[in-house]
């Protein structure tokens, strides 16, 4: 039976695992990613993790790979990666993991695989015309169509979260301003918390304490006054997103990801109907918001998929 090698690489740690080719996993792991080391010393350790797993395989089909950065799809290069990763751009990782093992490898971004993942064995399992959104210190996305990644012209679609709601609004990392990931991602949420707190008014959080979206929505379940107002302004810029994306794109199902994903059906719920509100009827009908399934798995399932389609 075949089996693919998948590893999702994170700034943090390195997810990876055998994956047969019914999808599901037959052996997992996790390492630090000590990038710090830098570039190089990465992708060492991902050839190290892929020569430790073949041993575990019955027969080696291919190499998925999900990693943080921007990825250029057709070379499976890193085209950019944040200080997080330092010295991983430009680094040709399917070019590398090819030579360097002999079987087909796929490569593409975290959001990417794991749509593909949630698409394959997760939420979004027997739909088409799907989007991830993944709400967490920023915001990715992803899109896909007929069981593949649109990529766009220059295989940078998705990236929902610079779609501008504010012309004048607050300046984003990527230089512009009133991008959607600085109303809608989770440090957005605790900036409206904080800057709240700042202006004196009264919560059970502290102002003088490092505040986390976890800590926001304990706050909230406990019914302290700031963090519900502020928690339903937050979903209520959320929807405002989702609204542009439904109705440019017209998916069937909408895939939330992140942090966010962890409070459950119940607040995807409150996501849903406010977007709802704000969309035409037509486009309303047959939409399912849902939250994301796979959790830490949807890298690997995701890019493991990549390999079974072929789309290397």
């Not at 085209?79 to 002999?102: E, Q, S």
């Not at 069981?147 to 984003?172: N, T």
């Not at 409150?270 to 977007?275: A, E």
Request: with cysteine; hydrophobic share 40%.
């Amino acid at each position: 039976m075949a089996d693919i090698i998948a590893i999702d690489i994170g700034g943090t740690n390195i997810k990876y695992g055998i994956i047969d080719h019914e999808g599901h996993i037959k052996n997992k792991g996790i390492v630090p990613t000590e990038a710090y080391n830098g570039g190089q010393a990465l992708m060492d350790k991902v050839q190290n993790i892929v020569k430790q797993e073949i041993d575990h395989t019955s027969h080696l089909l291919g190499i998925g790979v999900s990693s943080a950065g921007q990825i250029e799809p057709k070379t499976g290069s890193v085209r950019f990666a944040t200080d997080n990763l330092p010295g991983w751009t430009g680094m040709p990782i399917k070019d590398i993991l090819t030579k360097r093992f002999n079987v087909p490898v796929y490569v593409d971004n975290d959001v990417n695989c794991a749509a593909l993942g949630e698409f394959w064995q997760g939420a979004a399992q027997h739909r088409d015309d799907i989007i991830m959104i993944t709400l967490g210190t920023g915001i990715g996305g992803a899109i896909v169509k007929e069981g593949r990644i649109f990529y766009g012209a220059d295989g940078a679609a998705g990236e929902f979260g610079h779609m501008m709601l504010y012309p004048d609004g607050i300046r984003c990392t990527c230089g512009l301003t009133g991008c959607y990931e600085q109303y809608a991602s989770t440090n957005a949420l605790i900036r409206m918390v904080t800057d709240r707190l700042n202006k004196g008014e009264a919560s059970i959080l502290d102002e003088n304490v490092a505040i986390s979206g976890k800590d926001i929505f304990e706050a909230e379940k406990h019914g302290d006054r700031l963090a519900m107002d502020v928690i339903n302004d937050w979903i209520t810029y959320i929807s405002w997103g989702l609204s542009i994306i439904v109705h440019s794109l017209n998916p069937s199902t909408i895939i939330i990801g992140g942090g966010v994903s962890a409070q459950g059906k119940e607040f995807i719920d409150r996501i849903k109907k406010k977007t709802i509100q704000l969309v035409m009827p037509s486009f309303a009908e047959h939409l399912s918001i849902k939250p994301a399934e796979l959790s830490n798995d949807a890298g690997i399932i995701g890019a493991a998929y990549g390999v079974m389609r072929g789309d290397i």
